[in-house]
């Protein structure tokens, strides 16, 4: 019961405080009034965010580290190995799946060589691949079971105020990575590089898809993938953060000059 509703339902009680508080009845009310005026403020200040999530700048600078296109080129090439390796006749897929492996190349032509930087959002991922939510995240799952991902997941703060929630989950920063028993199955040509007559096609696609993904960046996380976690990265963050609060108010403030004029 609401606590609002409980109290009037007691204020609305025909006896005495003295009657009521003899027989123990004023004091459970009351009890159940603040119980029930306590739980409303816990639902309120509840934070939504998964167990074991980081702060926003926190975390990266220990997670992220610069790659290069060999070195991604090669944990592709060893997961489609291992893949081949593990798959059974008779089964569609191996170990890791079709969807992992699109994943995966969806990560290597996103990813930052200069820094590492990798975070798209869920949505996005699904939305590139036109797969659904469900097989994103198994195909993450068995990637990171078999030792070819990692992440992290994180939170940032909220600009409520008030009993509202103060901080929000946001994308997990993920890593690629490359097990030794993966490298193995490659064998000498573990540190082949790419045919030059891909390189060009390849490049392409990576730029074409990289522009893709800073369009659905805000200026915040637009600074800190061009800049990384440098001094710089950083305080450009800050000040496209600050860019991006001033416009969200602005477009409020004109949504409710328009319904004003629009009810008037």
């Given at each position: ?80 190995r291992y893949e ?124 074409a898809m990289e ?51 629009a009810t008037s």
């Amino acid at each position: 019961m609401p606590a609002d509703t409980a109290l009037l339902e007691f204020e609305e009680q025909d006896m005495s405080t003295t009657t009521a508080a003899t027989g123990g009845t004023f004091f459970k009310r009351l009890g159940g009034v603040i119980s029930g005026a306590c739980a409303a403020d816990r639902e309120a200040g509840r934070t939504p965010i998964r167990r074991n999530s980081r702060r926003v700048g926190s975390c990266e600078a220990s997670f992220w580290h610069g790659t290069s296109r060999q070195e991604v080129q090669r944990i592709l090439r060893a997961a489609q190995r291992y893949e081949l390796e593990g798959k059974k006749p008779g089964r569609r897929n191996g170990p890791l799946g079709g969807v992992a492996l699109e994943l995966l190349t969806l990560f290597a032509n996103l990813v930052s060589f200069k820094t590492g930087r990798l975070d798209p959002s869920l949505d996005w991922i699904t939305s590139k691949l036109k797969r659904s939510r469900d097989a994103v995240v198994r195909a993450m799952k068995a990637l990171r079971d078999h030792g070819f991902l990692d992440w992290l997941r994180r939170f940032e703060p909220t600009p409520n105020e008030g009993r509202g929630p103060q901080v929000k989950q946001v994308s997990n920063a993920y890593r690629m990575l490359a097990p030794k028993r993966a490298l193995a199955l490659l064998g000498r040509w573990a540190s082949r590089p790419a045919l030059p007559e891909d390189e060009g096609r390849e490049q392409a696609d990576r730029s074409a898809m990289e522009a893709e993904f800073k369009a659905t960046l805000d200026l915040s996380s637009y600074a800190t993938f061009q800049c990384g976690d440098s001094p710089l990265g950083k305080a450009l963050a800050q000040l496209g953060k600050s860019i991006d609060l001033r416009e969200s108010a602005k477009r409020t403030e004109s949504l409710a000059t328009s319904y004003s004029y629009a009810t008037s």
